[in-house]
């Protein structure tokens, strides 16, 4: 049997025990096969002696039985690791940020407790993967969307609490945002519910978030100050129609103009839905290059080309360096004026030209749900995961991938400045891409650059893709740009960059946490946030 | 052979007619009715696992990555082999076993609280049903 550090085996069994007391012995992990499974498969250290594993797994069925497990793991000062369905893949999958803790599994905490039509809210447990939340509005025959992000097998609250991004409308695209109510299992084993939820008979706790008082949803996401029990979600009526259409600005220049009417556009709530930026004619960033060929072959070069050189070459062949599509979701005749008129903002640009995309009814008949972008109808997919997969143009798949996302100013200057500096760090760096540096806009007001690396099973190509990586989080860092989200090998140096005022915020965290979770049991090193006893050197 | 296969093997259940893509199972082992309805009922079982965890990824239609990237796999080399998991006829317990609990390539694999262990021997009688004829 694995022990987690700092246990004796002694201690360890008893605690194993007492866990099977709990949940049944079916879903406690011990043996090395079964461990196996909750390796992360997109690790960067896969199969070095520093990757990051279990020494257990614990999977509970309820809230008692997490209050248990925790009381448990408290007494025999056992670090826990939760995690809801596990498939966070790119950003840590089911392995622990401390090697050798147990994994509170809560898949099996699988209920969706309440959907309201008329509230249009939902009430879920952690195990609830998008999949599962979206077949049961379906089954039922609500009226409702749920903003899914790109793996459809996520859980909707553990891809809220890691900060994840969907595809629908602003209000319903932040997964973290539009959540309403929390329960909270903390490190002592006692609940909390959070906002409305503290009101004994409260009807209002997917209504209203904040109750009275500090909000203090926020600590629990990318954090360890307590394991997330259920959680309320604002859910999207379905709209009566869908449009999109495409503007495109010939210059490279053109992006900044671009950029500061696409923010008034989406400020001034113009255009609701996700808005995609795209170079020369390729699609949605990180879906392949441009479509022509020279052009491709100019970007792909190692450390890619200086901007007047494209844009000479586009100018010629008649290719507008940049487009930006934008979506609109609302009633047909409202969604069509919403266009024309941010189609009259975009006509300031010179050289601006337009194409209107088709005008769907909503919902969508079967054939339309099989050609459109999944997500940006609600609807849960895995289409995604063809990044890296094999297929006829690419013969050598890889093990998974690992996404540099940095935050950016929305602005085009930043946009260029990005991709100077990430370039120039392309070369320096000798990767065999150039990062192109095109920002997406899950959120509005700000702009993320989504950039993948490739995980591999062999250890020198993955030891390199992570130094790189490292570095660019320190590059980024110098520029004043700071991760979104990030795996369990990065944290540390993602969390660090946020060091304003000699880490005024981290040592707030590390105050939470020692208060909330003295034993440090929970989720250690998550985001940076370590116990005292593993805190090193560090003041 | 698995522990199922010999139970289907003694079973002796000629299935006359699998209708594709359809839910029911069609049966002559009348005089074998209880072991056909409950091999029969596992692999309902196994289509039900398989539809939840595996077709989203490897249906036929567009947007499926496992079935590209079997595609690609078995063009030029196999290709008789279908690319659509649940068409295929060559599927062994030992090789649904190794696919679901190891992953392989972009495709992680499945934790027990995911696809227990009791839902794997389902998914690998769906899966292999055609050897059972």
């Known amino acids: 049997m694995r022990i987690p550090p700092g246990l004796t085996a002694g201690d360890f069994g008893s605690a194993v025990t007492q866990f099977e007391q709990v949940v049944g012995r079916e879903w406690v992990f011990t043996s090395d096969e079964d461990l196996n499974l909750y390796r992360d498969a997109y690790s960067p250290l896969f199969g070095e002696p520093e990757e990051r594993v279990a020494s257990g797994a614990v999977a509970p069925n309820s809230v008692e039985q997490v209050q248990q497990v925790v009381k448990i793991a408290n007494t025999y000062k056992i670090p826990i690791y939760p995690i809801s369905t596990g498939r966070n893949l790119g950003y840590g999958g089911a392995a622990p940020a401390y090697s050798g803790s147990v994994v509170l599994d809560l898949k099996r905490m699988n209920r969706i407790l309440e959907v309201s039509e008329r509230n249009a809210s939902c009430l879920v447990e952690p195990g609830v993967s998008y999949f599962d939340l979206c077949k049961y509005i379906e089954d039922k025959n609500l009226k409702l969307w749920v903003d899914v992000p790109d793996p459809g097998w996520g859980s909707v609250i553990g891809n809220a609490l890691d900060h994840g991004g969907g595809y629908t409308t602003a209000l319903y695209r932040n997964h973290f945002d539009a959540h309403c109510g929390m329960e909270v299992v903390l490190a002592n084993g006692e609940v909390i519910r959070t906002g409305m939820g503290a009101l004994p008979g409260a009807g209002t706790w997917q209504q209203f978030k904040f109750g009275v008082g500090p909000w203090i949803d926020g600590i629990f996401s990318q954090s360890n100050f307590g394991i997330v029990t259920k959680m309320g979600f604002w859910l999207m009526p379905i709209p009566d129609a869908y449009l999109s259409g495409t503007v495109s600005v010939p210059r490279h220049s053109d992006l900044i103009r671009l950029v500061d009417i696409l923010t008034y556009i989406e400020n001034a709530g113009v255009s609701n839905g996700m808005p995609m930026i795209g170079m020369l004619g390729s699609g949605f960033p990180g879906l392949g290059g441009p479509r022509d060929k020279e052009l491709g072959a100019l970007l792909a070069r190692p450390g890619g080309a200086p901007p007047e050189e494209i844009e000479r070459l586009a100018l010629q062949k008649g290719i507008p360096y940049w487009n930006c599509s934008l979506r609109f979701y609302g009633p047909a005749k409202a969604v069509a004026a919403q266009w024309e008129h941010t189609k009259e903002k975009f006509s300031a640009i010179p050289g601006a030209t337009f194409q209107d995309g088709e005008l769907l009814r909503l919902p969508l008949t079967p054939e339309q749900r099989q050609r459109v972008h999944k997500p940006e109808f609600g609807i849960p997919s895995l289409e995604m995961f063809s990044i890296g997969a094999r297929s006829e143009i690419n013969p050598n798949p890889t093990n998974g991938h690992m996404w540099f996302s940095p935050i950016i100013p929305r602005t085009g200057e930043a946009v260029f400045e990005a991709q100077r500096v990430l370039s120039q760090a392309s070369r320096d760096l000798k990767l065999p891409f150039n990062i192109s540096a095109i920002p997406t806009m899950y959120w509005l007001r700000a702009f993320v650059l989504i950039i993948a690396f490739p995980i591999t099973r062999d250890i020198a190509t993955n030891k390199r893709n992570r130094d790189a990586f490292n570095r660019l989080v320190q590059i980024a860092a110098e520029h004043g740009w700071g991760e979104y989200r990030t795996a369990p090998v990065f944290m540390d140096a993602v969390a660090g960059a946020y060091s304003y005022n000699s880490n005024a915020l981290m040592r707030f965290h590390e105050t939470i946490k020692d208060a909330v979770d003295p034993n440090g049991i929970i989720s250690a090193g998550r985001y940076g946030i370590w116990p005292k006893h593993l805190r090193g050197n560090r003041a | ?133």
């Open chain 2, 1 to 133: 052979m698995t522990r199922i296969m010999r139970r289907m093997r003694i079973g002796r259940i000629p299935r006359i007619g699998l209708l594709a893509g359809g839910a029911i199972l069609l049966c002559t082992g009348q005089l074998m009715g209880q072991v056909s309805t409950v091999d029969d009922a596992r692999v309902e079982r196994g289509r039900a696992v398989y539809q939840y965890w595996c077709a989203t990824c490897h249906s036929s239609g567009p947007g499926m990555p496992g079935t590209t990237a079997l595609a690609a796999k078995y063009k030029g080399k196999q290709p008789s082999v279908p690319a659509v998991l649940e068409e295929r006829t060559d599927l062994t317990e030992a090789s649904v076993k190794f696919f679901v609990r190891q992953g392989v390539s972009v495709m992680a694999p499945f934790r027990k609280t995911e696809i227990s262990d009791a839902d794997l021997e389902d998914l690998i009688s769906y899966l292999t049903r055609s050897k059972a004829r």
